[in-house]
């Protein structure tokens, strides 16, 4: 009556939708996992501590299990090392699987950040921009200083200048509308 224990073998394979590897296990389950044993989740069994026969210390047994995990009665402590080992390697591979997935992802986010940060430059920063008709504006203002009082004088000068802004303009509003 709850002398012999079973060792059940089982395995987990991950379905879940958002891929983040989380595992999630019931109480009772933790506690079998921790070598509590198997009890009802309404009655919390209490860990037991056996007392062994005092034996010399030069003689007894080391029965140590790797990095604390207790090992489960029914298996020898060769294949509980044997199965800390399979669990460690396959959960090594598993993060370094994430962490590739991880550098893919950031790679990818960059690459997208740095697109859409030139498509906001092209938009919307000002490039530097040439005076339209600027020559010709020159030419309309030093006509203007040399003849000062008679503006007429420069009315070929003016008529040239603003008919390049308007075929200039022309140009512009066709292009956008």
Same mark, same amino acid.
């Given at each position: 009556? +709850?002398?012999?224990?079973?060792?059940?073998?089982?395995?987990?394979?991950?379905?879940?939708?958002?891929?983040?590897?989380?595992?999630?296990?019931? @109480?009772?389950?933790?506690?079998?996992?921790?070598?509590? +044993?198997?009890?009802?989740?309404? @009655?919390?069994? #209490?860990?037991?501590?056996? $007392?062994?026969?005092?034996?010399?210390?030069?003689?007894?047994?080391?029965?140590?299990?790797?990095?604390?995990?207790?090992?489960?009665?029914?298996?020898?402590?060769?294949?509980?090392? @044997?199965?800390?080992?399979?669990?460690? $390697? &396959? &959960?090594?591979?598993?993060? *370094?699987?994430?962490?590739?997935?991880?550098?893919?992802? &950031?790679?990818?986010?960059?690459?997208?950040?740095?697109?859409?940060?030139?498509?906001? *430059?092209?938009?919307?920063?000002?490039?530097?921009?040439?005076?339209? =008709?600027?020559?010709?504006?020159?030419?309309?203002? #030093? =006509? &203007?200083?040399?003849?000062?009082?008679?503006?007429?004088? =420069?009315?070929?000068?003016? #008529?040239?200048?603003?008919? =390049?802004?308007? *075929?200039?303009?022309?140009?512009?509003?066709?292009?956008?509308?």
């Amino acid at each position: 009556m +709850g002398g012999t224990s079973s060792t059940r073998r089982v395995t987990v394979e991950m379905e879940d939708e958002d891929g983040n590897g989380v595992v999630k296990i019931s @109480e009772s389950m933790a506690r079998r996992l921790a070598g509590e +044993g198997d009890s009802s989740p309404r @009655e919390p069994r #209490k860990a037991q501590h056996v $007392s062994q026969p005092a034996l010399p210390s030069a003689t007894a047994p080391k029965m140590v299990p790797p990095m604390g995990y207790p090992v489960p009665s029914g298996i020898s402590q060769q294949e509980h090392e @044997e199965e800390i080992r399979r669990i460690e $390697s &396959y &959960y090594k591979e598993r993060q *370094h699987a994430l962490e590739q997935r991880n550098v893919e992802q &950031y790679s990818l986010t960059k690459e997208e950040f740095e697109n859409a940060l030139k498509q906001v *430059h092209a938009k919307f920063v000002k490039q530097p921009k040439t005076p339209i =008709c600027g020559d010709m504006e020159e030419r309309v203002m #030093k =006509c &203007y200083e040399a003849n000062r009082g008679q503006t007429l004088l =420069c009315s070929q000068e003016a #008529k040239a200048f603003v008919q =390049c802004v308007d *075929h200039t303009r022309g140009n512009v509003v066709t292009r956008v509308g």
